[in-house]
């Protein structure tokens, strides 16, 4: 799928056309090609039908063209629910992460006129209106700065924050009403959980205060790379920064085993700081958050918009959970996640020892007092099973609150970085530290 400039659709309406004549489309080319099958004497599933080559293309090229909450959400469920989606399907979603159209030079420049004035061009040095990187809500361009800074310019979308509801509610009933997740699984709480994240992201404001508290968290820590902001320069769909130098995070495979687990061992030490002693956590794990510069052995965190702040109650919790499990105590484990709130009063003894038993299983790397080697780990699979297990039966347990969740997509995303690139990480050593 190829990438090219397109305009975005900024009237509701007219996006949930777009939405709706997709959904009929798909239905319609089911129908063309079961009738044709029965035709030559097959008996075709509904399913067959479905993951036709024409079919998932138009549905993946309309999420990148709708943008915003239409292309986060499918992100969200080929990182977070893979498993409840087809292989082709969650193989063509993926791609959404890098493969977004970007807005023509036309509408782009009207997007930064209304935010930052007609002349924002005398702000720049110099301005590439070819993105290098295009994301769910906006798009990043290479700058310079009067002084000759090398910048990094977010641009966002027009009409996200609007469409952000209506779209996230649209596509999840398309994925459900053409079979794309089945009718079992419940996926109001994703739904719900994206629009969060959305609103947050989409608040450049709200982003750019939180870079400037990162940086100075993390002014005595030299391993990490945090850009600066240009205030001039920002406004509320505008975001204008530093540019970090580093490769994709994910490339790290191609370095030696000292420096692979140089990065996954300061990249969680960061998770635990944020928990534990900032109270505040950059709660997306999208590989494409970070950065990795070999010259200078700098970590660059690249992205602020899903920063949750925590609270002294569940930030104790995690810690008193922590030490539980490293400890063997089931009776602490117990009392600590009754104080995050992850039991309902109505739970039966045997779906509590489940929910422990998952807990356990999850903090597998802590559990042993060396080294953990994430890439030869099984650990991913296992929780996978096991969660599935753990939900089968309707309300078997009580859903813990959404500050849990977005820590625990972040654990699961570290897991998963440590596995791409092979880290061993002594988690243990680290979590011991904040004890």
Same mark, same amino acid.
């Given at each position: 799928?190829?990438?090219?400039?397109?305009?975005?659709?900024?009237?509701?309406?007219?996006?949930?056309?777009?939405?709706?004549?997709?959904?009929?489309? @798909?239905?319609?080319?089911?129908?063309?090609?079961?009738?044709?099958?029965?035709?030559?004497?097959?008996?075709?599933?509904?399913?067959?039908?479905?993951?036709?080559?024409?079919?998932?293309?138009?549905?993946?090229?309309?999420?990148?063209?709708?943008?915003?909450?239409?292309?986060?959400?499918?992100?969200?469920?080929?990182?977070?629910?893979?498993?409840?989606? /087809?292989?082709?399907? &969650?193989?063509?979603?993926?791609?959404?992460?890098?493969?977004?159209?970007?807005?023509?030079?036309?509408?782009?420049?009207?997007?930064?006129?209304?935010?930052?004035?007609?002349?924002?061009?005398?702000?720049?040095?110099?301005?590439?209106?070819?993105?290098? &990187?295009?994301?769910?809500?906006?798009?990043?361009?290479?700058?310079?700065?009067?002084?000759?800074?090398?910048?990094?310019?977010?641009?966002?979308?027009?009409?996200?924050?609007?469409?952000?509801?209506?779209?996230?509610?649209?596509?999840?009933?398309?994925?459900?009403?053409?079979?794309?997740?089945?009718?079992? @699984?419940?996926?109001?709480?994703?739904?719900?959980?994206?629009?969060?994240?959305?609103?947050?992201?989409?608040?450049? /404001?709200?982003?750019?205060?939180?870079?400037?508290?990162?940086?100075?968290?993390?002014?005595?820590?030299?391993?990490?790379? $945090?850009?600066?902001?240009?205030?001039?320069?920002?406004?509320?769909?505008?975001? =204008?920064?530093?540019?970090?130098?580093?490769?994709?995070?994910?490339?790290?495979?191609?370095?030696?085993?000292? =420096?692979?687990?140089?990065?996954?061992?300061?990249?969680?030490?960061?998770?635990?700081?944020?928990?534990?002693?900032?109270?505040?956590?950059?709660?997306?794990?999208?590989?494409?958050?970070? @950065?990795?510069?070999?010259? =200078?052995?700098?970590?660059?965190?690249?992205?602020?918009?899903? =920063?949750?702040?925590?609270?002294?109650?569940?930030?104790?919790?995690?810690?008193?959970?922590?030490?539980? $499990?490293?400890?063997?105590?089931?009776?602490e484990l117990n009392i600590a996640l009754e104080s995050i709130g992850f039991f309902s009063q109505k739970i039966l003894p045997e779906q509590?020892?489940?929910?422990?038993?998952? @807990?356990?299983?999850?903090?597998?790397?802590?559990?042993?007092?060396?080294?953990?080697?994430?890439?030869?780990?099984?650990?991913?699979?296992?929780?996978?099973?096991?969660?599935?297990?753990?939900?089968?039966?309707?309300?078997?347990?009580?859903?813990?609150? &959404?500050?849990?969740?977005?820590?625990?997509?972040?654990?699961?995303?570290?897991?998963?970085?440590?596995?791409?690139?092979?880290?061993?990480?002594?988690?243990?050593?680290?979590?011991?530290?904040?004890?």
């Amino acid at each position: 799928m190829r990438s090219k400039e397109r305009n975005l659709p900024t009237n509701q309406a007219l996006r949930l056309g777009k939405i709706a004549s997709l959904a009929t489309r @798909v239905a319609g080319n089911m129908l063309a090609e079961g009738t044709k099958q029965i035709v030559q004497g097959n008996k075709p599933k509904a399913r067959d039908l479905l993951l036709t080559p024409q079919n998932i293309t138009r549905l993946t090229e309309q999420l990148a063209h709708l943008r915003g909450a239409a292309m986060k959400l499918g992100q969200m469920l080929s990182m977070d629910s893979g498993d409840l989606l /087809v292989p082709e399907l &969650a193989i063509l979603l993926s791609r959404l992460r890098s493969n977004a159209d970007p807005m023509p030079a036309k509408q782009l420049s009207e997007t930064l006129e209304k935010a930052l004035g007609s002349h924002w061009k005398s702000e720049f040095l110099s301005f590439n209106f070819k993105p290098i &990187a295009s994301a769910s809500i906006g798009q990043v361009h290479q700058a310079y700065s009067e002084i000759g800074d090398k910048l990094a310019v977010k641009v966002q979308y027009p009409g996200i924050k609007k469409s952000i509801n209506s779209d996230i509610n649209n596509v999840g009933l398309l994925l459900k009403m053409v079979g794309l997740i089945p009718e079992s @699984v419940d996926i109001k709480l994703l739904l719900e959980e994206a629009k969060i994240q959305l609103h947050y992201e989409a608040d450049y /404001v709200r982003e750019a205060e939180y870079i400037q508290r990162y940086r100075e968290l993390l002014n005595p820590y030299p391993q990490f790379k $945090v850009p600066k902001t240009y205030p001039r320069s920002c406004s509320e769909s505008v975001l =204008t920064m530093s540019f970090t130098e580093g490769i994709a995070i994910e490339e790290a495979t191609q370095f030696n085993q000292e =420096t692979r687990d140089f990065i996954m061992r300061n990249l969680m030490h960061l998770m635990f700081r944020e928990l534990f002693e900032f109270k505040i956590i950059q709660t997306d794990p999208n590989f494409a958050n970070y @950065v990795f510069n070999q010259e =200078t052995r700098q970590i660059g965190l690249l992205d602020f918009g899903a =920063t949750r702040e925590y609270s002294d109650i569940v930030s104790l919790g995690y810690l008193k959970a922590f030490s539980a $499990v490293i400890n063997n105590n089931e009776q602490e484990l117990n009392i600590a996640l009754e104080s995050i709130g992850f039991f309902s009063q109505k739970i039966l003894p045997e779906q509590r020892q489940a929910v422990l038993e998952l @807990v356990k299983l999850a903090c597998e790397p802590m559990r042993v007092n060396s080294p953990y080697d994430f890439g030869k780990s099984e650990l991913a699979h296992k929780l996978r099973d096991a969660s599935a297990m753990l939900s089968m039966e309707k309300d078997y347990w009580h859903t813990p609150p &959404a500050d849990a969740l977005f820590l625990h997509r972040k654990i699961a995303g570290m897991y998963l970085l440590a596995a791409r690139i092979g880290a061993r990480v002594n988690v243990r050593e680290l979590i011991e530290l904040f004890f």
